[in-house]
């Protein structure tokens, strides 16, 4: 059985059984090519480059290999370069998302957001046979108020109140809107080792 960054082989193990040795083997992709892969940063194939935002000196190989793409490759994933240093993307804690190239270039980035919604949350009145102010859940009573300032005409023996929305007592949330997701490393092939 063979993996993508290393091959695996049955050595004699001077008469002490088969052992199995991994050894790793070239992984080759095409400069600049970035893909999410299933390992560590320390069991990288060779050549192949977390992309976190990490400043190379210009003059050394990954330095010139960044340099040598295409520059508006460079523009769309955010590869930046000062008098002597050059990034790479940085991805962290993006997901891939489908572009169109026209809308959307490849590499445009969009920040978090959810998708609007909106309703109306006003004072709540209550007839004086039900005293009490008692919205459901996701909604909550913050502040019950008496009629006290109000006019007997309009307000005597009713109750106002001010309600609170929290999505979290009846779905899951977080810090962050996100949908199910499993975790990845983005790399970029740069055909040359640091």
Same mark, same amino acid.
């Given at each position: 059985m063979s993996f993508p960054a290393f091959e695996q082989k049955l050595l004699d193990n001077e008469g002490a059984g088969p052992e199995i040795k991994k050894e790793r083997i070239p992984y080759k992709g095409y400069p600049g090519e970035i893909r999410f892969w299933p390992f560590n940063t320390e069991d990288l194939p060779d050549n192949?480059?977390?992309?976190?935002?990490?400043?190379y000196p210009l003059s050394g190989p990954v330095g010139v290999a960044l340099d040598s793409l295409p520059a508006g490759y460079k523009t769309n994933w955010g590869i930046t370069k000062t008098e002597t240093?050059?990034?790479l993307p940085n991805l962290i804690g993006y997901? !891939?998302?489908?572009?169109d190239g026209t809308t959307r270039t490849v590499g445009s980035k969009q920040?978090?957001?959810?998708?609007?919604f909106s309703g109306t949350v006003g004072s709540g009145w209550v007839r004086p046979d039900s !005293?009490?102010?008692? !919205?459901?859940?996701p909604f909550s009573l913050v502040?019950?108020?008496?009629?006290?300032?109000?006019?007997?005409?309009t307000a005597s023996g009713h109750k106002v109140g001010?309600?609170?929305?929290?999505p979290s007592t009846v779905v899951a949330t977080a810090d962050e809107f996100r949908p199910m997701n499993v975790g990845l490393m983005p790399v970029i092939y740069l055909e040359v080792a640091a």
């Open positions: 192949w480059y977390f992309t976190n935002g990490d400043a240093t050059i990034t997901f !891939p998302r489908a572009v920040t978090d957001a959810m998708k609007n !005293p009490t102010l008692a !919205p459901t859940l502040t019950e108020y008496s009629n006290t300032g109000f006019s007997a005409a001010k309600i609170n929305f929290n």
